[in-house]
């Protein structure tokens, strides 16, 4: 029998109908083979990405990350593979199976982006019985979305030259308040340039690309000093940040590499980008959160001794070394500043001693971690004395177990063991991991300056070079405001136009609390 299509018409005869729908459903049975089999690809593919991205934030980062890229490409071959096939006509089908795959439900779109509507004629306006014209008696609408690509335009400042005919005085309006002065760059141009770079991680030789295909000439020279030259004009603002995360009693810190390119000698150097976070909302603070970064070029530890100068409080971090000299006592003030650990650094080492070899020691540690976890989602946003109580109540007595626990499995297991190792990290960290039960202030983890570190670890795949020390230093200076305005609330975009309208109107940042992201009202999302 010759392959059946969707146009061909049915045989009359019932022997061939019968095997008509059994050929079909042999079609149909191996297409739903072929899906479910490369649903469960998918997720194994999936369950690999997330375990990359999961430590694609510390050491051999540059190769997860390619890896992690690598499977990101795959999946998308495959789904794109399968909405190829699902577009494909099926034969009807007289039943719905009971495990039939379902598709997502559609949700309905954004109600405040714009809608222009493109009404479509009925067929014929008469009826084609009588010829009666026919009458509106309803409508059905359907809403497809679609792309307007960035559009670029000239404003044109007209500026007439007034005069006197009789003394000849001359009156003309001052040059437009641009935050370039003698460039052709408006506010939100730079802005939109600025964001495509630190959050949407497009270089500007690819910027410049995207502006040729607009048929608009502008160098990468040009967009690099542009760049240089903004973060500039934005450095107060982004000062007026580091003063407000360095008032706060308790600091998330954490630092990742950064390529620099050294110039003459044609091969990049390891910078450093640190950022200190300010965020308290979980113990119910009402202090606006913010991050600070700053750009060194090495990881040695002088450098958060520098940035933390004169600062006391609580310190949120991993296990550096550079960060121990800022825990000894300083000028005869004893723990001016005070060690607080990560207990997702601990879960992360046994979650990756479990995925390896499955045994019950490094699971039921995992376990006992979970129940920490479970005690902080239920005090999340409470005061900080609420939030103390709750742990000592619930998670001392769970970390009481688990340091016995820890004890006890030191003892049994190979000392050179991957698990003997995170023992012992664990356990040579204690008092630091335990600092957070007596303090409500204080979190389980430093997850809130891993966060704050993403866009960084995102963005250096693809510009790979800060170009110079001068270049990680404008970088820092960025992400402190961009961060920040997104934690606050802020379309990033819009926000930073304002601002540098503002920079284009008084020039002079140093006493302008009012732009700091936590002090200007949130865009609206119609803008």
């Not at 982006?113 to 009925?122: F, G, K, N």
């Not at 200007?520 to 999302?525: F, R």
Request: aromatic letters at 6%; hydrophobic letters at 40%; charged letters at 25%.
């Amino acid at each position: 029998m010759l392959p059946h299509s969707a146009g061909d018409p049915l045989p009359d005869d019932v022997a061939a109908l019968q095997a008509l729908v059994g050929e079909l459903s042999a079609q149909l049975a191996e297409r739903e083979q072929a899906v479910a089999a490369r649903d469960r690809i998918i997720d194994t593919l999936k369950g690999q990405l997330a375990a990359l991205r999961r430590r694609s934030f510390g050491q051999s980062s540059e190769r997860l990350g390619r890896a992690a890229d690598q499977l990101e490409l795959q999946i998308e071959e495959l789904e794109q593979h399968q909405a190829e096939q699902a577009a494909v006509p099926a034969a009807p089908k007289a039943a719905m199976p009971t495990g039939e795959r379902t598709h997502p439900i559609r949700k309905p779109l954004p109600a405040h982006l714009p809608r222009e509507d493109e009404e479509l004629a009925a067929p014929y306006a008469a009826c084609p019985g009588c010829g009666l014209a026919l009458r509106r008696i309803g409508e059905d609408v359907s809403e497809v979305l679609e792309m307007v690509p960035a559009r670029l335009r000239v404003r044109r400042y007209v500026r007439p030259v007034m005069a006197c005919r009789c003394c000849g005085d001359i009156s003309q309006a001052p040059p437009p308040p641009v935050p370039l002065p003698k460039s052709s760059a408006g506010a939100s141009l730079l802005a939109d340039i600025v964001l495509a770079k630190y959050d949407d991680h497009l270089p500007a030789y690819r910027q410049a690309e995207r502006f040729a295909r607009e048929g608009v000439e502008v160098p990468r020279s040009t967009l690099t000093d542009w760049l240089g030259r903004t973060a500039v004009l934005l450095k107060p603002l982004a000062e007026r940040i580091a003063a407000h995360v360095l008032a706060a009693g308790k600091l998330h810190v954490d630092d990742t590499p950064v390529p620099v390119f050294a110039p003459g000698a044609g091969k990049t150097r390891t910078g450093r980008l640190w950022v200190y976070a300010r965020d308290d909302r979980a113990c119910g603070d009402a202090a606006a959160p913010a991050a600070l970064y700053r750009y060194t070029p090495d990881r040695k530890g002088e450098h958060p001794q520098r940035q933390l100068a004169g600062w006391r409080g609580a310190l949120q971090a991993d296990g550096y070394a550079g960060f121990n000299a800022l825990y000894e006592a300083r000028g005869g003030d004893p723990l001016a500043i005070i060690e607080v650990a990560c207990w997702a650094h601990v879960r992360r080492k046994f979650f990756d001693i479990h995925q390896a070899h499955k045994g019950a020691a490094a699971k039921e540690v995992l376990e006992r971690i979970g129940r920490l976890y479970a005690v902080e989602e239920r005090v999340r946003g409470q005061p900080a004395a609420r939030r103390a109580a709750a742990r000592q109540a619930e998670a001392a007595l769970e970390i009481t177990a688990l340091r016995t626990q820890l004890d006890q499995l030191l003892r049994q297991v190979p000392g050179k063991s991957t698990l003997a190792e995170a023992i012992r990290y664990t356990l040579s960290r204690w008092p630091a991991l335990t600092r957070y039960l007596a303090d409500g202030r204080l979190e389980i983890d430093n997850n809130s300056a891993e966060r704050a570190m993403r866009a960084v670890a995102l963005g250096r795949k693809n510009w790979l070079f800060a170009g110079s020390h001068g270049g990680g230093e404008a970088a820092a200076v960025f992400y402190t405001l961009i961060e920040t305005a997104k934690s606050n609330g802020h379309n990033p975009r819009l926000w930073l136009t304002r601002v540098l309208e503002a920079i284009g109107r008084e020039r002079d940042l140093t006493d302008h609390d009012d732009l700091l992201p936590w002090a200007m009202p949130t865009e609206p999302a119609t803008t």
